[in-house]
Nanobody
Framework: QVQLVESGGGLVQPGGSLRLSCVAS????????MAWFRQAPGQEREFVGS????????VYADSVKGRFTISRDNVMNTVALQMNGLKPEDTDVYLC????????????????????WGQGTQVTVSS
């Protein structure tokens, strides 16, 4: 089985920064595409960004492009989301996801691509 655990969330003022981490354990693979989504209560999960197996290709939602950066360490089985210039509208639960299917033709922004999900970590941006 695979487990993803996020950490690093918290309360930050507008314009501030946070760094989220996702640690994968169990029968994981460094070939998986990893992604971050965010979700408000009662809302559909929203794509934030993704990173391929080697880290050579990253994709970001327009709403976070230029402010957020995804990176991965395949030795430590971790994925990070560096968030700068945070805005109140960034307030959400942030979830880590892994696809488990390296050659999937499904878009990286599609929820159905991902087989494994973390529990999420709360990010609150408020003054």
């Amino acid at each position: 089985q695979v487990q993803l655990v996020e950490s690093g969330g918290g309360l930050v003022q507008p314009g501030g920064s946070l760094r989220l981490s996702c640690v994968a354990s169990g029968r994981t693979s460094s070939t998986w595409t990893m992604a971050w989504f965010r979700q408000a209560p009662g809302q559909e999960r929203e794509f934030v960004g993704s990173i391929n197996r080697s880290g050579s290709n990253t994709v970001y939602a327009d709403s976070v492009k230029g402010r957020f950066t995804i990176s991965r360490d395949n030795v430590m089985n971790t994925v990070a989301l560096q968030m700068n210039g945070l805005k109140p509208e960034d307030t959400d639960v942030y979830l880590c996801a892994a696809d488990g299917t390296p050659l999937s033709r499904t878009s990286v922004s599609n929820l159905q691509r991902y087989d494994y999900w973390g529990q999420g970590t709360q990010v609150t941006v408020s003054s």
